[in-house]
Every structure is written in structure tokens, then in C-alpha cells.
């Protein structure tokens, strides 16, 4: 900033030399001089900022780095004290995050930290030259650390999906509300290829499909009310019949079955009142008797 305010002095002078000869030389001499310090002060912005977020950035690596165990490899786990030293490093970081419920992606860290473990410990256990008690501190340290790497991962998905689902619904538009819920399903089929008979994924999976429909049915079935209210009989078919497709599309189902039996009954009213309307106009007008027309 020092040298910026530097050249642009330097810059006001020379114009202002140079432009001696014109009416008011210093207004367009002050106006580049400013030009200069502006944009210095720009790029001093940028660079605060990108040095705050690499500032944050390190705090955060350093807050799980620093407590946290190296990705093991084959030749750390023949190694029985530092593959206990990584077990409780670990351990003690899923139950620091567990007990200050940080974000899911905390948990997501986690589960990779997990994964990158039992590689380890596959590659230590392939070794010859490993004895016997540790590898039955490997196999201990591996089932421990697959129950560390499920519960992570399931926490991770739920509170993603959680999270995305609360999103989706504070969105207006109704593709935002179908892209968000999506991304939340994502999510879960994610975690459901890891362990594709966890009952509680499959639910949480069925509940964010149930609100894309709901919104889908929901957004239907407003534009078919609105479309029924000005009249417009035959568009508010079209509607309900769209809101009829994504509830009854799915399968069977008990609350979507109840759901279908109400718009179909609008759809039979609005038919009756559109064919109630089409005869009223191709009904022939009354005409007046000969002694009507006499008078």
C-alpha cells in the first residue's frame, strides 16, 4: 500500500505537469492517482482474504491433524505399539467427534481415516514376518475399526441427508426443492453401496423420495386448483392427471391410494361441471310463439 500511494503521487504530479496547459489539470490527475489506489486497495483485499481462508483452512487441519494418526501403511502395522498408538488416536477422535457433534463431514474425514486403517492393516497382515501376537492385535484393532468406520459413515449420511432435506424444503421453486432432495439422496445411496442392508438407510431413503413426490404431487395439484378457480375446466384436468402420475407411478400405497381417490374425484367433478358448461352453450335458444310475435 506504501508503494501504491507512492506511484500514485508520483502519477499525480507528472499529469498535473503534463496537463498544465488545460483547464483544472488536477481533476483528472486526482481521478488516475485514485484509479491507482483503488486498485492497490483491491488487491490488498483479495490477498486478506485468500490468506483468511488459508488461515482457517490450516486451523482446521491442524485441530484434526494434530490429534490425529497418519495414514498408516503395511510397515507401520508391523509395528505393535505404533499400530496401538494409531488405534487410540483414532478411537479418541471418533469420540471427540461424537461428543461435539461436528458437522457430517467431520464423520465423513472420519470414515476415510478408518478405511485408510484397515488398508494398512490388511497390507501388515500379508507380511510374513509378522508375529503372532500382533497379528491377533491387528485382527482385534480391524474388528474395532470397522464398527469406528460404520457408525461414521451412517452418521455422516444421515446428518447430510438431514441436513439437505431441511434445505430442500425451505426452497420456493419446485426444481430446487427436487435438486436439493436429490442431492440428499445421493447421499444415502452412497452409504447404501458400503452396507446395502442397513434398514435404516433404506428408510431414510424412502422418506426423501416420499417428499419429492409430495412436492411434485403438491405442485400439481396447486396449478390445478388455481386453473379450476378462473374457470379454466379442461387445464385443470391436464393438472390433476400430472399430480396423478407421480403419486400413483411409485407403486401401491396405502396413503398414496387415499391421495389418488381425491383427485380423482376432482376430476370427476370438473368433468361434470365442463360437460354441465358445454351444454348450457349448445343448447338451442327459446323461441317466441306465433302470438308472441303477433303482439
Not at 488398508?119 to 500382533?134: C, F, V
Amino acid at each position: 500500500m506504501t508503494a501504491a500511494a507512492a506511484a500514485s503521487a508520483v502519477l499525480f504530479f507528472v499529469l498535473w505537469w503534463m496537463l498544465l496547459g488545460e483547464e483544472n489539470p488536477w481533476v483528472p490527475a486526482g481521478l488516475a492517482a485514485s484509479v491507482v489506489m483503488l486498485l492497490a486497495a483491491s488487491a490488498r483485499l483479495a490477498v486478506a482474504r485468500r490468506a483468511r481462508t488459508r488461515y482457517v483452512r490450516d486451523q482446521h487441519s491442524r485441530e484434526w491433524g494434530g490429534r490425529s494418526m497418519q495414514r498408516p501403511s503395511g510397515k507401520v502395522m508391523q509395528s505393535t505399539s505404533l499400530h496401538s498408538a494409531g488405534l487410540r488416536a483414532l478411537q479418541r477422535q471418533s469420540a471427540d467427534a461424537d461428543a461435539r457433534d461436528l458437522p457430517p463431514q467431520a464423520h465423513r474425514d472420519l470414515y476415510v481415516l478408518c478405511t485408510d486403517y484397515l488398508n494398512g492393516a490388511e497390507q501388515a497382515l500379508q507380511s510374513p514376518s509378522l508375529p503372532a501376537e500382533g497379528r491377533l492385535a491387528l485382527r482385534t484393532g480391524q474388528e474395532r475399526v470397522r464398527t469406528l468406520q460404520k457408525h461414521h459413515l451412517l452418521t455422516w449420511a444421515r446428518g447430510s441427508a438431514r441436513a439437505l432435506t431441511h434445505e430442500a424444503q425451505q426452497r420456493v421453486r419446485l426444481y430446487e426443492k427436487v435438486e436439493t432432495a436429490n442431492r440428499a439422496l445421493e447421499c444415502i445411496d452412497s452409504a447404501l453401496k458400503v452396507y446395502p442392508d442397513e434398514e435404516e438407510l433404506k428408510i431414510s431413503a424412502r422418506a426423501v423420495r416420499d417428499f419429492i413426490t409430495s412436492s411434485r404431487v403438491a405442485h400439481w395439484v396447486e396449478l390445478a386448483e388455481r386453473a379450476a378457480f378462473k374457470g379454466y375446466y379442461r387445464r385443470a384436468i391436464d393438472r390433476y392427471r400430472d399430480a396423478l402420475f407421480y403419486l400413483t407411478r411409485d407403486g401401491p400405497d396405502q396413503d398414496r391410494e387415499a391421495g389418488a381417490e381425491r383427485i380423482t374425484r376432482e376430476i370427476d367433478l370438473l368433468r361434470a361441471r365442463l360437460a354441465a358448461e358445454r351444454a348450457t352453450i349448445n343448447s338451442p335458444r327459446p323461441t317466441n310463439s306465433p302470438k308472441e310475435q303477433g303482439k
